[in-house]
Structures are given as structure tokens and as C-alpha cells.
């Protein structure tokens, strides 16, 4: 009797404090839940804090000297490749500031790695990295490359900037055709294999020369290819496979509409500079055919809408990084993250090739990625980009779609199609067919949980790096009016732009 009374209490106080345990734990782990759902919101506010951030370094004052941006975690040099005036007024406008560029280590040699190269603004953006470049930390830049900046009160600027001896600086939106006698100059191609190819040489001033490789990208070459009635440019080459002549040209810029090598940029001021290896030169080859993807604006208005996404939904699009980072915290810190939503400006995105040339993947088959998430296999690294903005051009939630897969979806009438993705198919899209992500499918959308609302900017743009040579490139990007509320979005007042 007394055994079993015995065994009765321990039973009841084994019962009692498994209950208590489970108590305490349970409220441990809220408590706990809470404190490390804080700790990373004030990590993440302190990254998100400096992240695209800039600082002025070896200047006279704070507002001027080499250029260095923050990005994950690390302070990192501007290269000079493009460097120009539109540049330094996207700089300067974080102090209220206008200025000018500076070039070539102006302000001592670099000290950090490159984050940035091949940087091109329009001026107009809200922060340097807004604007188009390299992806971060791609560059081919020298110590002797920073670039750099004078920003001053509009009033100061300097009106006549061969005043301004003392430093190198960029000359403001001069056109080649207004610093050199354009009536006893002209462009040709040589040392290739046929009349489309080949480095390219100006005749200036009496003497035919080369143009210098450093900065020399498509958009240069579309110009050349142009200018001299080839077409289109197929590639453009930094190299020494055509031959060298001395360099008599260097710093020219171009958007990659120009009819003319003429009608670029020279951005540069006084003698040839042409940082990089020896004996390269800059060349070109040019084609008649290439594709042209032309995004569709209509239908990214019509189909942009919000939608509420429980995360146990999501988890293939968690493998491909199709969220915003907030999302992989929100795994690793609650335990029940699958219940958690997010929140997604999901859209149909559709480019027709209207070119007159297949467009092909950048990456050769063999390299392309099998994603078993998605069942298919991905050929281009970065096909599209989608980005939030706001008025001050921060980014404030970026599409992080990591690859597409590229077929015909739909074609105008008559044409056939060829392209699919499935059962490991030939990828690409046809002439006058249209590659189409519909707004239903996995990533397609850009996470803006963490974005509250107001006005912003939706961007939209494919092969934004200009990886696959197109005929014309200014309609490649939408920018978009983006009004969120907490109830719905609003796309609307698309216009066409270059990426
Ligand atoms: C756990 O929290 C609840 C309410 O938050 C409270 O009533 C209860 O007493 C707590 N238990 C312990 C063991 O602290
Ligand atoms: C720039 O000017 C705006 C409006 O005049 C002001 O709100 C902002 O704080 C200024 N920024 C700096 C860095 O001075
Ligand atoms: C052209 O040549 C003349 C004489 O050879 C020289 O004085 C002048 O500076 C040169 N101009 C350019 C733009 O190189
Ligand atoms: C080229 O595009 C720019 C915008 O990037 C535009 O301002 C300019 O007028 C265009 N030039 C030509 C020749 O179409
Ligand atoms: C594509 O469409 C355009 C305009 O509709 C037409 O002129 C062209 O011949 C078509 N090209 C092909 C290859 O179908
Ligand atoms: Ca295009």
C-alpha cells in the first residue's frame, strides 16, 4: 500500500514538473524569441544603415577625395573607367552639393579593393549605387584608378575648368566631335580576319592611331559599328590579337545610340591616359544580325499586384534566393517560420525579340546550372533585374532571381517555335517570339515585406549587363511609378531606358 502511494506521488510530481518545465521553456523561448527577433533587426538596421554609403578620402576637406563605397561589410574603391560629371554630381548631391570628377588616383593610390567599375550615371540617380555597373567587386582597375571627386557650392564651380590646371579633372558632357576637328578625321577597322572586325583606328591630326582598351565596352562599340555602316556591334574586345598602333584616343563614352563614334562623351582632359596592359588595344566586332529584346511595359502595369505568401509556400524560391534577407532571418531565429508571410509585388515580365537574330544564352550548355527546386536548367546567370527604389534612390527591396530559363513562349502569328526549356532543350528566344514569366510563377516578383508605404520607383530590366549583344539597349529597362499601400499596388507611367 504504501509502495504504491509512493509510486502515485512520483507519478503526480513527475507529471507536475514535466508541466512546469514545459511552462518555463515554452516561456524562455518566447522571451529568447524576442530578444534574438530584436538583435537582428538591429543588426540588419545597422547594415542596412551603411550599406551603399559613401566616404571622401584624402581630400582637403570632407567633401572631396577619392571615392569609397560601403557594401556588405567592407569600404571598397570607385574605378575611373566612366568616371565623369554625372557621377560626381550623384556623389555630392548626399552633402547638397554640385562638383566635378577626378580621375587617375587623384587623391592617393587605392587603399581598399575595388568594389565598383565601369560606373555610369545619368545624374539624376539618388546615390552612386543606383547607378549601372559592373557587379560589385568585378573590375580589372589598378591602384592608380580611383576615382574621385570636388564637391562645392553650385556658385563655385569652376566656369572654365582649364582654370583647374592643378588637378585632373573629367570635362563636362563634351562631345568627341567638340575637341577634335572631326572634317580631318575618320575611323577603320584592321588587322582582322574580314572587313567586320578589327582594332579600331581614328585618324587624327594627321595620324592614324589606336584608342585605348581601358572603359571600351559594347556600348562604345554599337558607335563604331555604326559609324563606319557594319551594324551592330557583335563584341567588343580589349586585346591584342588585331595588332597595335600607338594610342592617340582615350576616354571616350558612349550610351550606345549614337550613329557616330563622334557623338560620344570624351571625358577626359588633356593628354591620352590609358592605364592597363600593354599592347592592348580597343576593337570590335561587328554584325548585321543580332537579337533586340524589347521589354513589354503594358503588360508589367496590368499584371503588378501585391500578394501575402506564407513562408511554408516559399521554400523552393528560399533555396534560390528569391527573398529578401529579412526572410532567412526570420527562418533561423523563429521556430514557427513557416506561418510567418511575406509580402510579394509579383508581375508578368515579357520581352519579344524583335531583332532580326536568335538571342542566346551568354553561358555555353555544359556550364548551365540544373535547379532541382524548379526541375529545369538555368543558362544565364542574370537575365533580369527588379528593383524598388525610392525618391532617393536607395534600393529598397531588390528581385534576386537567380536565373531564368529562356524559350519561346509565345510568337506572332506564323512563326514557329523552337525554344524550350524542357527536358534539357535548347535554350533562347526566337525572332518575334516573346520569352514570358508570368506573374503565377516562383520568383517572379520582388519581396517588399520590409518595404512600407509611399511612392517608389519599380525597375525592371533584361540582360541588363549587355552579356548578349543586342542592336539597341534603350529598351531593355522600364522604369515605373510604384505607389504601395497597405492594401494594394499601383504600377504605372512606364518609360523605356537603357539598364
Ligand atoms: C509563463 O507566462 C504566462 C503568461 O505570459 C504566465 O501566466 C505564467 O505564470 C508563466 N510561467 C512561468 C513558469 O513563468
Ligand atoms: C540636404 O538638404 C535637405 C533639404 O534642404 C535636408 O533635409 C538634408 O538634411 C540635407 N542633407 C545634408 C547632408 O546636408
Ligand atoms: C596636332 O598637331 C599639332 C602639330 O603637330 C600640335 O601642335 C597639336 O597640339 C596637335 N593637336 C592635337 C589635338 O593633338
Ligand atoms: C540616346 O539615349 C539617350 C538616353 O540614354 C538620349 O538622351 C539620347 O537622345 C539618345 N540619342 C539618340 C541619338 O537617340
Ligand atoms: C518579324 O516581324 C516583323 C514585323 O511584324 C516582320 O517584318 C519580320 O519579317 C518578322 N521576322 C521573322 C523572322 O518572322
Ligand atoms: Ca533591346
Given at each position: 500500500?504504501?509502495?504504491?502511494?509512493?509510486?502515485?506521488?512520483?507519478?503526480?510530481?513527475?507529471?507536475?514538473?514535466?508541466?512546469?518545465?514545459?511552462?518555463?521553456?515554452?516561456?524562455v523561448s518566447e522571451n529568447e524569441r524576442a530578444l534574438r527577433a530584436e538583435f537582428v533587426q538591429k543588426l540588419l538596421n545597422?547594415?542596412?544603415?551603411?550599406?551603399?554609403?559613401?566616404?571622401?578620402?584624402?581630400?582637403?576637406?570632407?567633401?572631396?577625395?577619392?571615392?569609397?563605397?560601403?557594401?556588405?561589410?567592407?569600404?571598397?574603391?570607385?574605378?575611373?573607367?566612366?568616371?565623369?560629371?554625372?557621377?560626381?554630381?550623384?556623389?555630392?548631391?548626399?552633402?547638397?552639393?554640385?562638383?566635378?570628377?577626378?580621375?587617375?588616383?587623384?587623391?592617393?593610390?587605392?587603399?581598399?579593393?575595388?568594389?565598383?567599375?565601369?560606373?555610369?550615371?545619368?545624374?539624376?540617380?539618388?546615390?552612386?549605387?543606383?547607378?549601372?555597373?559592373?557587379?560589385?567587386?568585378?573590375?580589372?582597375?589598378?591602384?592608380?584608378?580611383?576615382?574621385?571627386?570636388?564637391?562645392?557650392?553650385?556658385?563655385?564651380?569652376?566656369?572654365?575648368?582649364?582654370?583647374?590646371?592643378?588637378?585632373?579633372?573629367?570635362?563636362?558632357?563634351?562631345?568627341?566631335?567638340?575637341?577634335?576637328?572631326?572634317?580631318?578625321?575618320?575611323?577603320?577597322?584592321?588587322?582582322?580576319?574580314?572587313?567586320?572586325?578589327?582594332?579600331?583606328?581614328?585618324?587624327?591630326?594627321?595620324?592614324?592611331?589606336?584608342?585605348?582598351?581601358?572603359?571600351?565596352?559594347?556600348?562604345?562599340?554599337?558607335?563604331?559599328?555604326?559609324?563606319?555602316?557594319?551594324?551592330?556591334?557583335?563584341?567588343?574586345?580589349?586585346?591584342?590579337?588585331?595588332?597595335?598602333?600607338?594610342?592617340?584616343?582615350?576616354?571616350?563614352?558612349?550610351?550606345?545610340?549614337?550613329?557616330?563614334?563622334?557623338?560620344?562623351?570624351?571625358?577626359?582632359?588633356?593628354?591620352?591616359?590609358?592605364?592597363?596592359?600593354?599592347?592592348?588595344?580597343?576593337?570590335?566586332?561587328?554584325?548585321?544580325?543580332?537579337?533586340?529584346?524589347?521589354?513589354?511595359?503594358?503588360?508589367?502595369?496590368?499584371?503588378?499586384?501585391?500578394?501575402?505568401?506564407?513562408m511554408?509556400?516559399?521554400?523552393?524560391?528560399m533555396?534560390?534566393?528569391?527573398l529578401s534577407r529579412t526572410a532567412y532571418e526570420v527562418q533561423k531565429l523563429i521556430p514557427d517560420w513557416q506561418y510567418e508571410?511575406r509580402?510579394?509585388?509579383?508581375?508578368?515580365?515579357?520581352?519579344?525579340?524583335?531583332?532580326?537574330?536568335?538571342?542566346?544564352?551568354?553561358?555555353?550548355?555544359?556550364?548551365?546550372?540544373?535547379?532541382?527546386?524548379?526541375?529545369?536548367?538555368?543558362?544565364?546567370?542574370?537575365?533580369?533585374?527588379?528593383?524598388?527604389?525610392?525618391?532617393?534612390?536607395?534600393?529598397?527591396?531588390?528581385?534576386?532571381?537567380?536565373?531564368?530559363?529562356?524559350?519561346?513562349?509565345?510568337?506572332?502569328?506564323?512563326?514557329?517555335?523552337?525554344?524550350?526549356?524542357?527536358?534539357?532543350?535548347?535554350?533562347?528566344?526566337?525572332?518575334?517570339?516573346?520569352?514570358?514569366?508570368?506573374?503565377?510563377?516562383?520568383?517572379?516578383?520582388?519581396?517588399?515585406t520590409d518595404?512600407?508605404?509611399?511612392?517608389?520607383?519599380?525597375?525592371?530590366?533584361?540582360?541588363?549587363?549587355?552579356?548578349?549583344?543586342?542592336?539597341?539597349?534603350?529598351?531593355?529597362?522600364?522604369?515605373?511609378?510604384?505607389?504601395?499601400?497597405?492594401?494594394?499596388?499601383?504600377?504605372?507611367?512606364?518609360?523605356?531606358?537603357?539598364?
Amino acid at each position: 500500500m504504501l509502495q504504491i502511494k509512493y509510486t502515485m506521488n512520483l507519478i503526480v510530481l513527475i507529471i507536475l514538473l514535466i508541466r512546469t518545465v514545459k511552462v518555463v521553456s515554452k516561456n524562455v523561448s518566447e522571451n529568447e524569441r524576442a530578444l534574438r527577433a530584436e538583435f537582428v533587426q538591429k543588426l540588419l538596421n545597422k547594415q542596412n544603415k551603411f550599406e551603399g554609403k559613401i566616404k571622401l578620402v584624402g581630400g582637403s576637406s570632407k567633401y572631396e577625395g577619392n571615392v569609397y563605397i560601403y557594401h556588405a561589410g567592407r569600404w571598397g574603391a570607385v574605378c575611373d573607367d566612366n568616371w565623369d560629371d554625372e557621377a560626381a554630381a550623384v556623389v555630392c548631391r548626399s552633402f547638397n552639393l554640385s562638383g566635378i570628377a577626378t580621375v587617375g588616383s587623384q587623391y592617393g593610390e587605392a587603399t581598399e579593393k575595388f568594389w565598383l567599375d565601369d560606373v555610369i550615371c545619368q545624374g539624376d540617380e539618388p546615390s552612386l549605387s543606383k547607378c549601372v555597373f559592373n557587379r560589385w567587386g568585378s573590375t580589372d582597375c589598378d591602384k592608380d584608378e580611383v576615382a574621385g571627386v570636388i564637391c562645392m557650392d553650385e556658385r563655385q564651380l569652376p566656369t572654365n575648368r582649364k582654370d583647374q590646371d592643378s588637378v585632373q579633372l573629367v570635362y563636362k558632357e563634351e562631345k568627341l566631335r567638340d575637341v577634335i576637328d572631326i572634317s580631318m578625321s575618320k575611323l577603320r577597322l584592321t588587322g582582322g580576319k574580314n572587313i567586320r572586325e578589327g582594332r579600331v583606328e581614328i585618324f587624327l591630326n594627321g595620324t592614324w592611331g589606336s584608342i585605348c582598351p581601358d572603359g571600351w565596352t559594347v556600348y562604345e562599340a554599337s558607335a563604331v559599328c555604326r559609324h563606319l555602316g557594319l551594324g551592330y556591334a557583335e563584341q567588343a574586345l580589349q586585346t591584342y590579337v588585331f595588332g597595335f598602333s600607338n594610342i592617340i584616343l582615350s576616354g571616350v563614352s558612349c550610351e550606345g545610340n549614337e550613329s557616330t563614334l563622334f557623338d560620344c562623351k570624351h571625358k577626359q582632359r588633356g593628354n591620352v591616359k590609358c592605364p592597363g596592359d600593354i599592347g592592348h588595344t580597343a576593337a570590335v566586332v561587328c554584325t548585321h544580325f543580332l537579337a533586340d529584346l524589347v521589354l513589354d511595359m503594358t503588360v508589367i502595369e496590368r499584371s503588378a499586384h501585391l500578394q501575402d505568401v506564407m513562408m511554408y509556400q516559399l521554400q523552393c524560391a528560399m533555396e534560390e534566393n528569391c527573398l529578401s534577407r529579412t526572410a532567412y532571418e526570420v527562418q533561423k531565429l523563429i521556430p514557427d517560420w513557416q506561418y510567418e508571410t511575406r509580402r510579394l509585388l509579383r508581375f508578368t515580365a515579357s520581352s519579344l525579340n524583335a531583332g532580326n537574330a536568335e538571342f542566346r544564352p551568354y553561358l555555353p550548355k555544359h556550364l548551365w546550372q540544373w535547379h532541382l527546386c524548379h526541375m529545369h536548367y538555368h543558362s544565364m546567370e542574370v537575365f533580369a533585374t527588379f528593383d524598388v527604389l525610392d525618391y532617393n534612390g536607395l534600393r529598397v527591396a531588390e528581385g534576386h532571381k537567380a536565373s531564368f530559363c529562356l524559350e519561346d513562349n509565345t510568337c506572332m502569328n506564323g512563326v514557329q517555335k523552337q525554344y524550350s526549356c524542357k527536358n534539357y532543350g535548347d535554350q533562347g528566344i526566337s525572332v518575334n517570339c516573346s520569352d514570358v514569366y508570368m506573374y503565377n510563377i516562383d520568383c517572379q516578383w520582388v519581396d517588399v515585406t520590409d518595404v512600407g508605404p509611399g511612392d517608389y520607383h519599380f525597375k525592371v530590366a533584361v540582360n541588363p549587363h549587355a552579356r548578349v549583344a543586342e542592336q539597341n539597349y534603350h529598351n531593355n529597362a522600364a522604369l515605373c511609378n510604384l505607389r504601395l499601400t497597405s492594401t494594394y499596388a499601383l504600377v504605372y507611367g512606364c518609360r523605356h531606358e537603357r539598364p
